[in-house]
């Protein structure tokens, strides 16, 4: 039996032993087993298709597979079988990560094989590009002459082991490929090389290097172009901390600038975090058939406590509600998107309510999204309490005199603890909220995704309920709860 067909029958026969506890709703995880980046996101055949890394045996990270899963809206999402497992001499140790583009009707993945060189299986290793083909979407085939870049079309200047995550997008009639990497010398970069078949590949240029304090690796680049800028994301390994900002082991950066695709170069003005909160990693867009550019993201974070795994629950990651990027003005928003509307039940309203000291909600839930609108008046601080129990809470707040949004899950069940901040300003003397509670994640867009706060929680059952707080007076001018069912 093939090493794909034993992962799916492995996958068939080991799901009822999934523990529930903490499966999110409406967020994609994996159908068992452990899923990290996610891989190959494309608008293929009327389907939103999503890859991501999975290792289907633990909910541990082990040689990587490509799990599979397909939409119509990007909530509600069927599992496919697995569509590539590490079974040849150039990705034996794992189909690291890679991504998709339709070509003549056929969907191409392109993937990193990782072979390690010694039996010992530590650092020492290289990494190669792959691709893979198929007809319908669902089933594929490893093309007969992989790798299609090998480790000798490494360039001078670019580690020789590190050379990963290939992302794949097309301008007029030719194929780029962007590449993590590094330097050899801990600064990360990415590679650029182009091709007119997606078969044979020439290198164009490290088409940018980072600094001493944007990580001593590049992993997952991508790009995104708007009319007048580009977009260029990368997931910085070992980030220097910044004052309240980088704090996390790894960061998912974004340079605002140019690509030159004739030099392979691209020149920027400044670079932000993607997201300002806990767990979020690898982010990968896609443009859908109606032109909207589309984010989804891993929803976990390296070195840090993966709860499922450690309770024996047999799953652990997930994926963050997808989110569309759009440039307003010289600025990049990340906004929900807009198909969840339509899983709203049960609207909960308040309207112009005075808010000074801490008030409970008449509504509870794990599974809901909430809109509010606030104005602080004379309060210094106020914000929502949500997953809320007798010895937890996991708040969400604002600082007026220091212009700063805190998220704070040190009371959030059994999961990491923390805070991360974010300067905020408020709009017209106001502050809006969209946040959105999955059972054992929080995700906040703040003042319409200007910026935005994820991170994972792992309350007690009992903690469902969602309080509002203010010190000094705050006028609630707007709050809204839904279930999403």
């Not at 599979?68 to 040849?88: E, N, R």
């Not at 339509?342 to 808010?355: A, G, P």
Request: glycine residues 8%; aromatic residues 14%.
């Amino acid at each position: 039996m093939s090493k794909i067909n034993n992962a799916n029958e492995f996958i068939r026969r080991s799901k009822e032993k999934l523990k529930q506890m903490y499966r999110l709703k409406y967020h994609l995880m994996g159908e068992y087993g452990w899923i990290n980046d996610p891989n190959g996101f494309v608008h293929f055949k009327d389907n939103y298709h999503l890859f991501y890394q999975h290792y289907p045996y633990d909910a541990a990270w082990g040689p990587m597979h490509w799990g599979h899963a397909v939409s119509k809206d990007l909530i509600k999402w069927t599992y496919l079988p697995v569509a590539l497992a590490p079974d040849k001499d150039y990705d034996k140790d794992g189909c690291f990560s890679g991504s998709a583009i339709e070509k003549d009707g056929n969907l191409y993945l392109i993937y990193t094989g990782h072979i390690y060189t010694k039996k010992e299986k530590n650092d020492d290793y290289k990494q190669v590009q792959n691709m893979a083909i198929s007809v319908d979407g669902i089933t594929f085939e490893k093309y007969e002459r992989n790798p299609i870049i090998d480790v000798a079309q490494i360039p001078d200047k670019a580690s020789k082991k590190d050379f990963r995550d290939p992302r794949v997008f097309k301008i007029d009639n030719t194929y780029y490929l962007l590449i993590g990497s590094n330097d050899e010398h801990g600064i990360g970069q990415a590679l650029m090389y182009k091709s007119t078949d997606l078969v044979k590949w020439e290198f164009v240029n490290i088409l940018l290097n980072g600094n001493e304090s944007t990580g001593i690796n590049w992993e997952c680049p991508d790009i995104v172009r708007f009319d007048d800028r580009d977009i260029l994301f990368v997931s910085a390994q070992y980030m220097r901390p910044n004052g309240i900002y980088f704090k996390n082991t790894h960061s998912s950066i974004y340079f605002i600038g140019k690509l030159n695709v004739d030099e392979g170069k691209f020149a920027y003005t400044d670079y932000y975090l993607v997201d300002y909160g806990f767990d979020f990693y690898a982010p990968q867009t896609t443009v859908d058939k109606h032109g909207r550019v589309i984010m989804i993201a891993w929803m976990n974070m390296w070195e840090t406590d993966l709860v499922t795994n450690r309770l024996g629950h047999n799953w652990a990651g997930a994926m963050t509600l997808p989110r569309e990027v759009i440039k307003i003005g010289e600025e990049i928003y990340f906004k929900p998107i807009s198909e969840i509307v339509k899983y709203r039940k049960n609207e909960y309203s308040l309207q112009d309510i005075e808010l000074n000291g801490e008030v409970d909600l008449e509504t509870n839930g794990i599974c809901y999204e909430i809109d509010a609108e606030f104005e602080p008046q004379d309060a210094y601080e106020f914000g929502v309490k949500v997953f809320k129990g007798k010895c937890e809470e996991t708040v969400l707040s604002y600082n007026c005199r220091e212009r700063l949004f805190t998220f704070n899950r040190e009371r959030s069940g059994i999961g990491p603890k923390g805070e991360r901040k974010a300067e905020v300003d408020l709009i017209d003397g106001r502050l809006r909220l969209s946040i959105f509670v999955d059972v054992s994640s929080v995700e906040v867009f703040i003042n319409g995704g200007k910026k935005v706060m994820t991170g994972r929680v792992y309350p007690d059952s009992q903690s469902v309920n969602i309080s509002l707080f203010s010190n000094g007076l705050c006028k609630v001018v707007n709050f809204k709860k839904w279930d999403i069912e």
